[in-house]
């Protein structure tokens, strides 16, 4: 893939399965054997094909009247970074995960800034690493 094509598959791939938190549009833009980091204050979370979908499901269940507003979209030939904060109402679905550690304090809002970086093998995503300015579960299960 050229630039272009990268930057246009950067931004269907946040249209299609992100803003619309649809885990059934994920095989068209992950490969299965995704591999993809996520940098916690203790931790590395090491993620895959199925905690991606896992999370999308979780975000639909989860997040109301959600805002991505994108701050930066860089691309190159078969790799794309972006970064974007996030905003969204959260709707507590039982103890555990996010709830307890932000959106409580928060006032049932979500607020945080991602940045994601996205390596591309044969038109998909094949590894990604994410970083956010708040810790989260992104194994976190509804």
């Known amino acids: 893939m050229d630039r272009e094509e990268t930057l246009e598959f950067a931004r269907t791939l946040m249209k299609e399965v992100w803003e619309s938190f649809d885990s059934s549009a994920?095989?068209?833009f992950y490969h299965r054997d995704v591999v993809g980091s996520h940098r916690r204050p203790n931790e590395t979370q090491e993620l895959g094909y199925a905690d991606v979908v896992n999370r999308l499901d979780w975000d639909k269940q989860t997040?109301?009247?959600a805002v991505f507003d994108y701050r930066d979209l860089i691309a190159d030939e078969d790799r794309f970074a972006i970064r974007y904060a996030y905003r969204a109402d959260f709707v507590p679905q039982g103890e555990g995960g996010m709830q307890d550690r932000h959106t409580a304090a928060a006032g049932g809002k979500i607020?945080?800034?991602m940045i994601y970086f996205y390596h591309l093998r044969e038109g998909k995503v094949a590894d990604f690493w994410l970083q956010?300015?708040?810790d989260f579960d992104y194994k976190a299960k509804p």
């Open 132 to 134: 956010a300015n708040v």
């Open 111 to 113: 607020d945080v800034e």
């Open 26 to 28: 994920v095989a068209r």
């Open 63 to 65: 997040n109301t009247n």
